[in-house]
């Protein structure tokens, strides 16, 4: 019995980790991209029409860069539930840092959104989602860290969780854009818009399925499962 004990424990710690690794290997590709922009910007790099906006006005995109990069790295750790219960110090460390970081990549997106020179490949509407999901990124951070003051921890969970499904939608265009790449070459226009579109949406579609199959109160079952483990324990 004790083998099974231990075999169900490491069943279960293995599995807590496949969010947490899919959601960084769901980020890998705009973080991959993000340090390639940050070594061009700061190592001298030739200046094309393609990076002009970025040279000219180097300190949001780079705000950007490393503000968005740890905060979906750092942030994808917090939904291993167990190591999150286990550790409750380092989650409440890890909030601390993850709010100011998923601001400043909202915001600094914003900005860039605004004042930025529009790409040839961005049309309005583009512009249109970019500030839409930027300001409710910012938005359900404020609300998630509203909620944890009031000691709401189901309001903050949740809005946590938006924010950073909203901030990892880059990550998930990159499978949005990819079909359509194969298929039919780089997307333009009002293809891209919808292709962007589809990730920010899918994010918050996946997060609003899993909060809500959350159980609200332990079912008979939870309830029972400490007992039986015990007794499993002491055959």
Excluded at 17 to 30: D, F, Q, Y
Excluded at 123 to 130: D, P, Q
Excluded at 203 to 215: D, F, G, K, M, S
């Amino acid at each position: 019995m004790a083998g099974m004990k231990k075999g169900l424990v490491v069943t279960s710690s293995a599995r807590e980790w496949l969010v947490p690794v899919g959601l960084i290997m769901l980020s890998a590709v705009p973080v991959v991209a993000g340090a390639a922009r940050f070594a061009e910007l700061t190592g001298g790099a030739t200046i094309t029409p393609d990076n002009a906006r970025f040279f000219a006005s180097p300190v949001p995109v780079l705000v950007h860069i490393v503000g968005a990069s740890l905060y979906c790295m750092l942030g994808a750790f917090q939904f291993a539930g167990g190591f999150r219960r286990r550790r409750p110090g380092w989650h409440r460390m890890a909030g601390r840092v993850l709010i100011p970081l998923g601001l400043a990549a909202a915001l600094s997106g914003l900005w860039m959104t605004l004042f930025y020179p529009r790409p040839p490949s961005d049309v309005e509407l583009v512009t249109g989602f970019r500030l839409l999901f930027g300001s409710a990124m910012v938005g359900c951070i404020v609300l998630g860290f509203a909620a944890i003051r009031h000691r709401d921890i189901a309001g903050h969970r949740a809005w946590m969780a938006r924010g950073y499904a909203i901030g990892l939608g880059a990550g998930t265009q990159v499978l949005t854009h990819l079909p359509w790449i194969l298929l039919f070459g780089q997307p333009g226009g009002l293809s891209r818009a919808l292709l962007m579109l589809a990730g920010w949406v899918i994010n918050l579609a996946v997060i609003e399925w899993a909060l809500r199959r959350r159980p609200t109160k332990p079912t008979r079952t939870a309830k029972a499962l400490p007992t039986r483990v015990s007794v499993l324990a002491n055959e």
